[in-house]
Nanobody, 118 residues
Framework: QVQLVESGGGLVQPGGSLRLSCAAS????????MDWYCQAPGKQRELVAS???????NYADSVKGRFTISRDNAKSTAYLQMNSLKPEDTAVYYC????????????WGQGTQVTVSS
């Protein structure tokens, strides 16, 4: 079992920045592909960014150039650096992990609220 604990959400003004963290328990972090999803009120959960075990990244078009996903294997932590935040970024952000050698094993964090408002 892998537990994901998210932190770093909060209230920020438009144009501001936040860094979300996702700390993973256990000893298999290097075998986890990591994702960040967001879910705005009344909307479906959507993929925001992904990072592979090798460090390759992908982003939703809406966040390209503004958000950066990264990972620190030594700390068993994934991050989402969120810059130039917009009100439409307001959502609950969820960390997600996929065990690359067993893709049936998936884990979700509890979510952290990001609110972008003046």
């Amino acid at each position: 079992q892998v537990q994901l604990v998210e932190s770093g959400g909060g209230l920020v003004q438009p144009g501001g920045s936040l860094r979300l963290s996702c700390a993973a328990s256990g000893s298999i972090f290097s075998s986890l592909a990591m994702d960040w999803y967001c879910q705005a009120p009344g909307k479906q959960r959507e993929l925001v960014a992904s990072i592979t075990i090798g460090g390759s990244t992908n982003y939703a078009d809406s966040v390209k150039g503004r958000f950066t996903i990264s990972r620190d294997n030594a700390k068993s932590t994934a991050y989402l650096q969120m810059n130039s935040l917009k009100p439409e970024d307001t959502a609950v952000y969820y960390c997600h992990a996929r065990v690359i050698w067993n893709l049936r094993r998936e884990y979700w964090g509890q979510g952290t609220q990001v609110t972008v408002s003046s």
